[in-house]
Every structure is written in C-alpha cells, then in structure tokens.
C-alpha cells in the first residue's frame, strides 16, 4: 500500500500528531511518500524522532497512490486537492487545525482512525467541484482551474461596491451591487458562503449556492440552483479589475471579462470513518443540540 502525505507546520504542537502518523504506518507497512518541502520540515524538526525508514518525497503525485493523508485544518485539505486533482485518490483529513469540516479525523484518535481505515472499515464520501473559464483567457487560472468549497467575485483596491451580472443557463438573473459573489459547492456551504448567510446543504445534495457578499441590494438573498446551470458572472466598478478566488487560490481579472462556472467533470473522494456522518458533525463543529434545553 502506497500513501502520499501533505501537511504544513501552523498548527501548535501538531509535530507530536505526525509523529503518530509516521509511526502507525510504519507499523502498517506501508510505503509513505511525503510532500518534498513538508518532509524538510519534518526533517528539520527535533521533536520528530527520525527512526523511520524508506520514506521518499514528491513534488506531483500519480495514481499509484491508495491514499493521500492530509494533515492541518481544512485549508490543507483544499491544498491537498490540487495535489490530487481529478486522479480519483481518496483523501484522508486529519484535523490538528481547528473547526475542520473537511478534515474530520480528530488528532486525538489518530492511531485508531489509522488502523480503521487500512483495515477497510470507512466509506467514501465523493464530493462536486466547480472548474471555470473566462473570456478572454486568463492564463494564472488555466493550470488549476478547478475549487471543492467554491469560486468567489470581490472588489480589489477600493472600498466602492462592485457590480456582479449574473446569468443562470444565459438568463439574467440580477446584478448584485455588493462586495463580491460566491458560488458554492454543497462542501463550501459550510465555509464562506456561510459566514455570508447562505444555507449549509447536505453535500450529496445536488446543487450549488449563489451567495452575495454585503449586498446593498436589500432584497437580495441566497440562492440554490440544480449543479448542471451554468452561471456566467460579468464584475464592473471604479476599479479597472477585481480578484476571482478558487477556494484559496487568488488571480485578478480585468473588469467585464466574462466568467463562466460549471460543475466539474470528476469529483473528489473524502474517507470518511464508518462511524461518520454530516449530520453528526454538523451537531460537533456548530454545537448543535448545545442548548440546556436538549
């Protein structure tokens, strides 16, 4: 069996997990293959014991690969996703960061979440993404075009509103006069669309999430629409462009260049333990069910 492991070092006392990690699949053994800049780190930490053996590194990854580990919070899972991209590798999220929607396996739990999952008992949890185009061509986000939690409009260098048209299947829609636009995922529900007042959907939902940033248009709210629209967005303002973001990827575009969301042709797969579900961590991550009253 033959894993692939990214992860980055923000996290306090997060050495000690990967030391937890290294040992559990060495004790597995499994061929461990780590991101080159983050076995660096891990080299050139001294709290992390450097008895393992036959570890490799990677700069890109292929399909050999039976998992791919994700340690850190969320935003290394959506890291992880570029590594992966549409090879169909599941990815295993290890939560040392903090709320962790996508990456629900508990640092306190490691060594067992391990051994459950190389012994077969998770499931795969497949997720939507978007994938974009623009017109004309923008060539900072051709190589990765692709985000799992969602693809957002905002102003750049200005404190002025912009203005967001938007088409749903070549229907105009409106024109969100507003800090930005997100599209969402049922994955990215959860994340900045919901911090902007969209719905958390359930992410076998079929569906995706248009959610304006601080609109001054006072009626303006969320909207859900089935995942095969296509929804072309055209930014204007006082500026002379505005920033696109691809969960965290950022490029700047010129104002009026045509932007065209879809659905994308693969989708990626999250492990998720048996035990697991998005009901329970809804309740977990958001202290549903908190109330003294329950």
Partial sequence: MKIGIYGQFYHEDSEIYIQYILDALQNKNVEIVVEEAFLKSINKNKDISKNYSKISSFKEIDASYNFFLSIGGDGTLLKSVTYVKDLGIPIIGINTGRLGFLATIQKEEITDSLYQILNGNYFISERSLLTISTD??????LPLNFALNEIAVNRKNTTSMIKVETLVNDMHLT?????????STPTGSTGY???CGGPVIDPSTNSLVITPIAPHNL??????????????????????????????RIATLKNN?????????FH??????S?????????????WGEDKRN
């Fill in 136 to 141: 004309p061509k923008n060539e900072n986000i």
């Fill in 175 to 183: 024109s969100y006069w507003s800090d930005g636009l997100i599209v």
């Fill in 193 to 195: 669309s919901l911090s």
């Fill in 219 to 248: 009626n303006a709210r969320p909207l859900v629409v089935p995942d095969n629209c296509t929804i072309t967005l055209k930014v204007s303002g006082r500026g002379k462009s505005h920033l696109v973001s691809l969960d965290s």
């Fill in 257 to 265: 260049t045509i932007i065209t969301i879809k659905k994308a042709p």
């Fill in 268 to 273: 990626i797969k999250l492990v998720q333990l």
């Fill in 275 to 287: 035990e697991d579900s998005f009901i329970k961590t809804l309740r977990k991550k958001l202290l």
